[in-house]
């Protein structure tokens, strides 16, 4: 007979934009058929775009382990919840060279196998005027423009009785 293959599954974004010189917080989740083990490890690994070797960023096992050595080297910090089935990471002062990809994989025995979750990091000098911040400048201006309508219809309603209550003071002054 066959048993069913129990697999944990990663969730991560497939591509991340960071200016550079800021920090960024990678986030991975799982999850998992059966509950959190004792033995749950989450690895982050680096693949540079020019497709060199893996690097170890990461290691989670029992606590968190930071890299002895490399380009990540006192420049990534746990961000991670076990008991929220979150294994996210924090990377300081990103640089150019920290383009390429990211992978993190959580192992949660008896659960095996499964998903490898990939993020693709791209470091820019500044910001690209997205549609998300073509939207926020959309709405941002069209409650700005309504308050001011709201505004001048107070200003116009206040004036109109004043001057509703000055006519009718002249009136009562010429009886």
Known sequence: ALWPVAAVEVHTSKEVDAVNGTNLRLKCTFSSSSPISQHLSATWNFQPEDQSSHEPVFYYLKEPYKPPAGRFKERVTWDGNIERHDVSIILWNLQPTDNGT???????????????????LRVVQKVHFSEIHFLAVAIGSACVLMIIVVIVVIICRHHRKKVREKRIEVADTEL
């Open 102 to 120: 990211f992978t993190c994989q959580v192992k949660n025995p008896p659960d095996f196998g499964g998903t490898i979750g990939e993020v693709r």
